[in-house]
């Protein structure tokens, strides 16, 4: 297996864009996470699924963000409109179940100027 | 704020000397993991703890799961410069993975 895809690696946007960021979890995984890592804050738990059903999304930070995971090899995390405080990296990962490990993506890293 | 406190924030080591990371929460975890994490990539497994008291040895590295399943250490004997990184601790309860703020480690040769 290729392990968690990610996409785009990096992205700049200019404030007031729409961002769409792309996660294709690893094949048999039932769960599903979306993290923010900055300096400040650490690793933030911004949402998670299980078997593409949200179960938390409280670490969604405003209104102006939104995931879906339409089937069991894609999800996506949108922001609309960004703003500059939402420069950060953000991580997708997966996992087969409760306890076991989590395989991340590399990340993508989003810029908004 | 952070649900897993992480101490120290950072730790600069010479090679050959010993360290350890602690990470404590109020909560009590069905699991505690710890990951490591290398500039430009994604935290990668360490190890997972699930029995309180547990003791694990992975190589040079040992880690405790606290009695009471809230806190868990690392300890790294006889650092080398390969064991620089960011080292995060992790707690789950049903589905749900949240992590500490990390804790910096560089180990000069």
């Known amino acids: 297996d290729a392990g968690v895809i990610q996409s785009p690696r990096h992205e700049v946007t200019e404030m007031g864009q729409e961002v769409t960021l792309r996660c294709k979890p690893i094949s048999g995984h039932n769960s599903l996470f979306w993290y923010r890592q900055t300096m400040m804050r650490g690793l933030e738990l911004l949402i998670y699924f299980n078997n593409n059903v949200p179960i938390d999304d409280s670490g969604m930070p405003e209104d102006r963000f939104s995931a879906k995971m339409p089937n069991a090899s894609f999800s996506t995390l949108k922001i609309q409109p960004s703003e500059p405080r939402d420069s950060a990296v953000y991580f997708c990962?997966?996992?087969?179940?409760?306890?076991?490990?989590?395989?991340f993506g590399q990340g993508t890293r989003l810029t908004v100027v | 704020t952070q649900l897993l406190e992480q101490s120290p924030q950072f730790l600069s080591i010479q090679e050959g000397e010993n360290l350890t990371v602690y990470c404590n929460s109020s909560s009590v975890f069905s699991s505690l993991q710890w990951y490591r994490q290398e500039p430009g990539e994604g935290p990668v497994l360490l190890v997972t703890?699930?029995?309180?008291?547990e003791v694990k040895k992975l190589k040079r590295l040992t880690f405790q799961f606290g009695d009471a399943r809230k806190d868990s250490s690392l300890h790294i004997t006889a650092a080398q410069p390969g064991d620089t990184g960011l080292y995060l601790c992790a707690g789950g309860n049903d589905y749900k993975l949240s992590f500490g703020a990390g804790t910096t480690v560089t180990v000069r040769a």
């Open positions: 703890v699930v029995t309180g008291g």
């Open positions: 990962a997966s996992r087969r179940g409760r306890g076991t490990e989590a395989f």
